[in-house]
C-alpha cells in the first residue's frame, strides 16, 4: 500500500526556519518525482515545488523561489522540504505527493499534510 | 502563468442528479489537467487525469472531457458520499495552478 507520511510542522516565528520531512512507502520512490503543495487555512490547492526523481530537476513557485529548497533522499524513501525567511501568508497545511502519469504531476497519492504555522 | 477559471464556486442538488463543473484555462492546455476531490480535513484525491481518463478505483459516475481551453468535469448521479469540494489542475507548463475550488453539497 502506498504511503505518504508528513511531519515536521509547527508553530513558528516570522522569518524563522522549518524543515518537513515526507517518508515514502509502498512504492519504489527513487522511480518517481515529488512535490510539495499547500493549502492555506479555508482556502484552496497551490502548487508549491517538485523535484523529479533523481534530483536533476527542480522547480518552484515564485512565492517561494529563493526561501524554500526541496530535497530528497531516495535511499532513506525520504522528500524533504526547508523552507527560511517564513511568513505569514507561508501558514498552510503542506501536502506530499507522489507525481504519476507521464508527467509526473499527475498527483495520484498525497500524505496527509503537515500543518505550518506563521505567527509572532 | 496559466489561470484557471472553475465554476460555480458551489452549487447543492438532490441525490441522484446530473452535476457539472467547468473549468476554463487562460491560454491552450491541450488535455494536460487533472480533477480532484477533497473532503474536509482530508487530502485530496485523484479522480480524473489527462481530462477524461478514470483514475483506477474510482466510480464511473465521474467523468471529465474538453481539451484546449474549456473543461467539464461531471457526476452522472450524485451520491451522498460526493459531498466535497473538487478542484481542477492545469500540467501544461509552470507554474502549475488549481482552479478556485467547487463545493458540492446535498440539498
Known amino acids: 500500500e502506498v504511503q505518504l507520511v508528513e511531519s515536521g510542522g509547527g508553530l513558528v516565528k516570522p522569518g524563522g526556519s522549518l524543515r518537513l520531512s515526507c517518508v515514502a512507502s509502498?512504492?519504489?520512490?527513487?522511480?518517481?518525482?515529488m512535490s510539495w503543495v499547500r493549502q492555506a487555512p479555508g482556502k484552496g490547492l497551490e502548487w508549491v515545488s517538485s523535484?523529479?526523481?533523481?534530483?536533476?530537476?527542480?522547480y518552484y513557485a515564485d512565492s517561494v523561489k529563493g526561501r524554500f529548497t526541496i530535497s530528497r533522499d531516495n535511499a532513506r524513501d525520504s522528500l524533504y522540504l526547508q523552507m527560511n525567511s517564513l511568513r505569514a501568508e507561508d501558514t498552510a497545511v503542506y501536502y506530499c505527493a507522489r507525481g504519476g502519469g507521464y508527467s509526473g504531476y499527475e498527483y495520484d497519492y498525497w500524505g496527509p499534510g503537515t500543518l505550518v504555522s506563521v505567527s509572532s | 502563468d496559466t489561470q484557471m477559471t472553475q465554476s460555480p464556486s458551489s452549487l447543492s442538488a438532490s441525490v441522484g442528479d446530473r452535476v457539472t463543473i467547468t473549468c476554463q484555462a487562460s491560454q491552450d492546455i491541450s488535455n494536460y489537467l487533472n480533477w480532484y476531490q477533497q473532503k474536509p480535513g482530508r487530502a485530496p484525491k485523484l479522480l480524473i487525469y489527462?481530462?477524461?481518463n478514470l483514475q483506477t478505483g474510482v466510480p464511473s459516475r465521474f467523468s471529465g472531457s474538453g481539451s484546449g481551453t474549456d473543461f467539464a468535469f461531471t457526476i452522472s448521479s450524485l451520491q451522498p458520499e460526493d459531498t466535497a469540494t473538487y478542484y481542477c489542475q492545469h500540467f501544461a507548463n509552470l507554474p502549475l495552478t488549481f482552479g478556485g475550488g467547487t463545493k458540492v453539497e446535498i440539498k
Open positions: 489527462d481530462a477524461s
Open positions: 523535484i523529479s526523481s533523481t534530483s536533476g530537476h527542480i
Open positions: 509502498g512504492f519504489t520512490f527513487s522511480s518517481y518525482s
